[in-house]
């Protein structure tokens, strides 16, 4: 075939995988929350910008729009608020709304 050829040396390709390290939200002192009004793809409803799934060193930033972010593995870094060109995102402290967005899991769940 034209312009194919036949590669015999070994390599290695990095991908990321849920969990790896844990749940590394628990690291994070400040957490991403997107603001939808002023998200393009939010906006648009599209697959547009997405500089902050880009971006994302940990790849928990959804490729969806509006995009997610998985706060149970995101550890709190900023560059999705850095490279956001309409300031969409912002960095809360983590104490902040304390409850938002928390989720606990049956079994260890003191039903308090």
Same mark, same amino acid.
């Given at each position: 075939?034209?312009? /194919?050829?036949?590669?015999?040396?070994?390599?290695?390709?990095?991908?990321?995988?849920?969990?790896?390290?844990?749940? +590394?939200?628990?690291?994070? /002192? *400040?957490?991403?929350?997107?603001?939808? *009004?002023?998200?393009?793809?939010?906006?648009?409803?599209?697959? #547009? @910008?997405?500089? $902050?799934?880009?971006? $994302?060193?940990?790849?928990?930033?959804?490729? +969806? *729009?509006?995009?997610?972010?998985?706060? #149970?593995?995101?550890?709190?870094?900023?560059? @999705? #608020?850095?490279?956001?060109?309409?300031? *969409?995102?912002?960095?809360?402290?983590?104490?902040?709304?304390? +409850?938002?967005?928390?989720?606990?899991?049956?079994?260890?769940? $003191?039903? @308090?």
């Amino acid at each position: 075939m034209a312009g /194919t050829r036949e590669c015999n040396q070994d390599t290695a390709m990095s991908w990321p995988c849920v969990g790896e390290a844990g749940k +590394t939200g628990d690291w994070r /002192t *400040a957490r991403p929350v997107l603001d939808p *009004a002023k998200c393009i793809a939010a906006q648009k409803n599209k697959l #547009v @910008c997405m500089q $902050c799934w880009a971006f $994302c060193p940990d790849s928990v930033v959804s490729r +969806t *729009a509006p995009p997610q972010i998985d706060l #149970v593995y995101c550890k709190g870094c900023g560059i @999705c #608020v850095a490279v956001c060109p309409t300031n *969409a995102i912002e960095m809360r402290p983590e104490n902040e709304n304390e +409850t938002e967005n928390k989720t606990v899991a049956e079994d260890t769940c $003191c039903g @308090c």
